[in-house]
C-alpha cells in the first residue's frame, strides 16, 4: 500500500517537472514578441515595419548564415501571429500560437530537448492546422465565397458540405469515409465544402447547422441535411436525391419517335444513353442538371428487351457505354460517343459542342445572347444569319430550305437562327427593311451585335423562299463578309427578345412545390425539428388563427341567437331604454338596403299587437303622393339603425288609414294635446304627412316624429329668380305660359319641401335607441275594423 502511494507520488512529481521544462523551453523559443523585438504594446505600424525589416535581413537569400532560414520562418510565423487581431488576442490571453489550435493545447505538440508530448499520446487527433486533413483545408468555405461562387454554382452542380469544429470527437469516426466520398464525388462533378464552426460561426447559422458534424447538401440555392448514418452507400445515394427527379426520362422502343420528334417544340437538341444497368447511372443524371437549359436527356436500358428494336436501329455495342446526340434529324444521330468509364472532362467536351441546333429558334434574350454574342476586340468577329419566317404550315417548305443550307454550314464564325415573326415582333420590326408582311413574308438577315446595349450592324439580304437562287445569294453575301465586314451599312439598337417559355413557369412552380414538399415530409420523418421549428411554427400560427376565428365567429352567432329568443327581462330593459338596444345599434347592417312593409289589416296584427317583447316597429305616415319621395328619404335616414335585431320598418298610408290615426292620437292623450295647438279652431286639417310613429306593441306607448322643415326658404329666391328672369325676357313674349311656369315652380317647392321633412329624423332615431324621448301610452291599439280600408 505504501509502495503503491510513492509510485503515485513520484509519477505527479515527473509530469509536473516536465510541464515545467516545457513551459521554460517553449517561453523564449514561441514568443513572437521576443522574435521581433518589440514591446506587447506595439501598434500594426511597428510591427510591420520591424516585419519589412527583419524579413529582409534574415531572407536565405540574402543571409547565408547556416539559421538564417529558421530564423526566417520564425519572424514570418510571428508577424503572422500579431498582424491579426483574433490571433495576437488568442497568444495574450492563451499564449496560443497557432489559430487553428485549441486554446491552451497549442504548447504540447513540439518536441523538446527534455520530452516530447504528441497529441496521439492523448489519442485527441483533433483537426487543427499541423493534423488536418488535406481535404478539409482544401475546401474550406467562408460566407462570401459561399454566397458569392457556390450558391450560384449549386443551380449547374450540387454540393456536398461538412460542417465541423476543432473540439468534435464525432468528426474524427466520419473522416475516412468523407475522404473516400469526397475523392469519388468530385471526380463526378460534384462541389465539396467544409466549414469550420469555430471560424465560420455566421456561415454555419446561415446554412442552419447547429451541430457538429453536420453533412449537408446544397442545389438550386437550397439547404437539404443529410440524416441518415454516414456510409458511402448513404452519402452516395443522397447526393443523388438532391437532384430533380425529372432530369432524364428513360426511352424503349414505344416512346424513342416521340421523344426525338420534341426537339422543334423544345428546341432542344436531344442525347440518349445506351448502358447496361437498370438504374440511370449517377454522372448520367448530373450532366443532364449541368446541361438541363440546353439539352434534353434520355436513358436506355439495353437489359430490356422492349429496346431491342432501338439498338438495332442505331447498331449499339452492348460492350460499353454509348451516347448519342440528335439534332434536327432524328434518323441520323449528329455525334457520338462510346467509351467505358467515361471521364468527366470527355461528357463535358462533348456536350459543350453539341449544346445547340444547327438552326435553333430565337426564343428568349439569353439564348439570343450565346449564339450571337457582342463582339470582342481580341476575338475574331462572330455574325448570326437570321431567318425571319413565320410558324404556320406554308412557311415548312422554306423553313426546311434554310435549315438544309444551315447544315452545309464549315464557317467557325457564322451561326444559323430563325425567329417567328408573330412571336418576336419588335425585333422582327427592327430588321426588316420592309415591315409590311404580306409582301415580304420571310427574309434573310445577317446581323453582328457591337455592344451589351443592343447596338447591332445589319443587313437584309433577300427575301427567303427556299430556291436555289435564294442559297446562292446567301452564299455569296458570306463570302463576301468575310472579306469585308463593312457590307453591313445598317445599324439599329436590337429590343430585348421575348420570353416565348414563359408560359411553362407555372409547370416548374408546380414541380418546385412538389419537390419543397417531399423534402419536408421527409424532414418532419427524420424528426429534424431544429430545422423544422421556423416552419412548423408557421403552420401552428396560422391554425390557431384560424381556430380562433372560427369560435370567434361561433360564439358571435350563438350570441345573436339568444338576443332574437323572447326574454322577459331584456324586454324590460329595453322599454326602460336600456344599453342592450343602443349596443345593437352599433352593429354594421347587414344588407345594403332597408326592409319596409306596409301596414294594413293584413300585417297589422303581427306587425304591432303580437310584436314581440323588446322589439319597436317604425311606422312612416305618408300619403299617396308622397309616398315615393318620403320612402327613399326614410331608407337614407335609417339604414345605419338596420343593423339592429330589435326594429323592424313600416309604412302607413294616410289615404287609406286616416280613421286610425286619428282613432290611435285620440287614445294618446298627451300627443292630442300636442297636436291641438297646430288645429286653427278645429277648422283646418292636420297633415300628418312625414309623420314617424315609434310603435312597441309589447308595451302599448308609442314615440312621435314630428317634421320640422329645414330646408332653404325659396319663396324669397324664387321671386327674385321670377323677377330677373322676367326683365331679361323681351316684351313681344307671351304672357300665357305664367301660370304653366307658376303651376311647375309651386310642384317643385312643394317636392322640396316634402323632402326636407325627414331631415332630423336620424337624431329622433339615436335620441329613441337611448330612450331618451317621450312615451305616449295607450290603453289598447285601435281594432283591427279601425285600419281595415272601407
Known amino acids: 500500500m505504501a509502495g503503491s502511494k510513492i509510485s503515485l507520488l513520484l509519477a505527479v512529481v515527473v509530469v509536473h517537472s516536465v510541464l515545467l521544462a516545457r513551459s521554460t523551453h517553449a517561453?523564449?523559443?514561441?514568443?513572437?514578441?521576443?522574435?521581433?523585438?518589440?514591446?506587447?504594446?506595439?501598434?500594426?505600424a511597428e510591427i510591420k515595419k520591424v516585419y519589412k525589416r527583419l524579413a529582409k535581413e534574415w531572407h536565405p537569400d540574402k543571409n547565408k548564415n547556416p539559421g538564417a532560414e529558421d530564423m526566417f520562418i520564425k519572424i514570418t510565423k510571428s508577424y503572422e501571429i500579431l498582424s491579426s487581431e483574433e490571433k495576437r488576442a488568442n497568444y495574450d490571453r492563451y499564449g496560443q500560437t497557432d489559430d487553428t489550435q485549441p486554446y491552451g493545447s497549442g504548447r504540447y505538440g513540439h518536441r523538446h530537448d527534455s520530452f516530447y508530448f504528441d497529441e496521439s499520446f492523448f489519442n485527441f487527433p483533433f483537426n487543427s492546422k499541423n493534423h488536418r486533413d488535406f481535404?478539409?483545408?482544401?475546401?474550406?468555405?467562408?460566407f462570401n465565397q459561399y454566397v458569392n461562387d457556390v450558391v450560384p454554382d449549386s443551380y449547374v452542380r450540387p454540393y456536398l458540405i461538412k460542417i465541423t469544429s476543432d473540439w468534435c470527437f464525432s468528426c474524427i469516426h466520419i473522416e475516412p469515409v468523407w475522404k473516400d466520398v469526397v475523392q469519388e464525388m468530385e471526380n463526378l462533378g460534384v462541389g465539396v465544402g467544409v466549414v469550420d464552426v469555430g471560424y465560420e460561426r455566421r456561415l454555419a447559422n446561415h446554412l442552419g447547422a447547429h451541430r457538429t458534424p453536420s453533412i449537408l447538401g446544397v442545389i438550386n440555392g437550397?439547404?437539404?441535411?443529410?440524416?441518415?448514418?454516414?456510409?458511402?452507400?448513404?452519402?452516395?445515394?443522397?447526393?443523388?436525391?438532391?437532384?430533380p427527379q425529372r432530369l432524364v426520362e428513360r426511352i424503349n422502343d414505344k416512346n424513342e419517335q416521340q421523344f426525338l420528334n420534341s426537339w422543334h417544340e423544345l428546341n432542344k437538341p436531344h442525347v440518349l444513353l445506351f448502358d447496361q444497368v437498370p438504374q440511370v447511372p449517377l454522372p448520367y443524371k448530373l450532366t443532364a442538371f449541368a446541361y438541363k437549359d440546353y439539352l434534353q436527356f434520355g436513358y436506355v436500358d439495353q437489359g430490356l428487351s422492349e429496346t431491342a428494336n432501338l439498338q438495332k436501329r442505331f447498331n449499339i455495342n452492348t460492350y460499353a457505354?454509348?451516347?448519342?446526340?440528335?439534332?434536327?434529324?432524328?434518323?441520323?444521330?449528329?455525334d457520338i460517343i462510346q467509351a467505358k468509364g467515361m471521364k468527366k472532362q470527355i461528357i463535358d467536351e462533348f456536350m459543350s459542342n453539341n449544346k445547340f441546333l444547327l438552326a435553333p429558334r430565337l426564343v428568349n434574350q439569353k439564348l439570343f445572347d450565346e449564339l450571337c454574342p457582342v463582339k470582342q476586340f481580341h476575338r475574331r468577329r462572330k455574325y448570326c444569319v437570321l431567318l425571319i419566317t413565320g410558324d404556320e404550315e406554308t412557311f415548312s417548305f422554306r423553313n426546311q430550305a434554310f435549315l438544309s443550307f444551315a447544315s452545309t454550314n464549315t464557317r467557325e464564325v457564322v451561326r444559323f437562327a430563325y425567329v417567328y415573326q408573330r412571336l418576336q415582333q419588335p425585333l422582327c420590326d427592327v430588321l426588316m427593311q420592309n415591315k409590311d408582311s404580306s409582301q415580304s413574308p420571310t427574309q434573310v438577315v445577317i446581323l453582328e451585335r457591337r455592344n451589351a446595349a443592343g447596338k447591332a450592324l445589319f443587313k437584309p439580304v433577300t427575301a427567303w423562299n427556299g430556291s436555289e437562287e435564294d442559297k446562292q445569294r446567301l452564299l455569296e453575301e458570306l463570302e463576301r463578309l468575310q472579306k469585308d465586314p463593312s457590307i453591313l451599312t445598317h445599324?439599329?439598337?436590337?429590343?430585348?427578345?421575348?420570353?416565348?417559355?414563359?408560359?411553362?413557369?407555372?409547370?416548374?412552380?408546380?414541380?418546385?412545390?412538389?419537390?419543397?414538399l417531399s423534402e419536408v415530409i421527409d424532414d418532419i420523418l427524420h424528426n429534424n425539428w431544429r430545422e423544422m421549428m421556423p416552419l412548423l411554427s408557421l403552420i401552428f400560427s396560422a391554425l390557431f388563427i384560424l381556430f380562433g376565428t372560427v369560435v370567434i365567429q361561433a360564439f358571435s352567432d350563438s350570441?345573436?341567437?339568444?338576443?332574437?329568443?323572447?326574454?322577459?327581462?331584456?324586454?324590460?330593459?329595453?322599454?326602460?331604454?336600456?344599453?342592450?338596444?343602443?349596443?345593437?345599434?352599433?352593429?354594421?347592417?347587414?344588407?345594403?338596403?332597408?326592409?319596409?312593409?306596409?301596414?294594413?289589416?293584413?300585417?297589422?296584427?303581427s306587425n304591432l299587437v303580437k310584436l314581440r317583447p323588446g322589439h319597436m316597429n317604425i311606422v312612416l305616415v305618408l300619403t299617396n303622393a308622397s309616398k315615393n319621395i318620403l320612402l327613399s328619404k326614410f331608407?337614407?335616414?335609417?339604414?345605419?339603425?338596420?343593423?339592429?335585431?330589435?326594429?323592424?320598418?313600416s309604412f302607413l298610408n294616410i289615404d287609406k288609414h286616416s280613421e286610425w290615426m286619428k282613432t290611435l292620437l285620440e287614445y294618446a292623450q298627451d300627443a292630442m294635446q300636442i297636436d291641438a295647438d297646430e288645429e286653427d279652431g278645429g277648422n283646418r286639417k292636420i297633415d300628418y304627412t312625414g309623420y314617424v310613429l315609434a310603435l312597441n306593441g309589447h308595451k302599448k306607448y308609442l314615440c312621435l316624429f314630428k317634421p320640422v322643415y329645414t330646408g332653404e326658404d325659396l319663396d324669397s329666391k324664387s321671386s327674385e329668380d321670377e323677377g330677373g328672369a322676367s326683365g331679361?325676357?323681351?316684351?313681344?313674349?307671351?304672357?300665357?305660359?305664367?301660370?304653366?311656369?307658376?303651376?311647375?315652380?309651386?310642384?317643385?317647392?312643394?317636392?322640396?319641401?316634402?323632402?326636407?321633412?325627414?331631415?332630423?329624423?336620424?337624431?329622433?332615431?339615436?335620441?329613441?335607441?337611448?330612450?331618451?324621448?317621450?312615451r305616449y301610452y295607450v290603453p289598447a291599439w285601435p281594432g283591427l275594423d279601425k285600419i281595415t280600408p272601407k
Open 635 to 649: 331608407a337614407k335616414e335609417v339604414y345605419s339603425f338596420t343593423g339592429s335585431l330589435t326594429l323592424h320598418f
Open 491 to 516: 445599324d439599329t439598337v436590337l429590343p430585348e427578345l421575348n420570353n416565348e417559355f414563359a408560359s411553362m413557369f407555372v409547370i416548374r412552380w408546380i414541380y418546385a412545390s412538389y419537390d419543397y
Open 321 to 334: 457505354p454509348t451516347m448519342l446526340v440528335f439534332k434536327e434529324n432524328i434518323e441520323k444521330p449528329a
Open 559 to 605: 350570441s345573436d341567437d339568444k338576443q332574437t329568443k323572447p326574454k322577459a327581462k331584456d324586454g324590460t330593459k329595453a322599454e326602460n331604454g336600456s344599453s342592450g338596444t343602443s349596443s345593437t345599434s352599433s352593429r354594421p347592417p347587414k344588407k345594403n338596403f332597408v326592409e319596409v312593409t306596409e301596414l294594413t289589416d293584413i300585417t297589422y296584427m
Open 728 to 774: 331679361a325676357r323681351s316684351k313681344s313674349s307671351s304672357r300665357d305660359d305664367h301660370p304653366a311656369r307658376k303651376s311647375s315652380r309651386s310642384r317643385s317647392l312643394s317636392t322640396l319641401q316634402i323632402h326636407h321633412k325627414l331631415d332630423r329624423l336620424g337624431l329622433w332615431m339615436e335620441r329613441l335607441m337611448e330612450g331618451t324621448l317621450p
Open 27 to 44: 517561453g523564449p523559443e514561441m514568443d513572437p514578441y521576443k522574435i521581433l523585438g518589440i514591446s506587447n504594446s506595439a501598434s500594426q
Open 222 to 243: 437550397k439547404v437539404t441535411f443529410f440524416h441518415y448514418a454516414v456510409a458511402k452507400e448513404h452519402l452516395r445515394q443522397f447526393v443523388e436525391d438532391l437532384l
Open 135 to 142: 481535404t478539409d483545408s482544401k475546401y474550406t468555405l467562408h
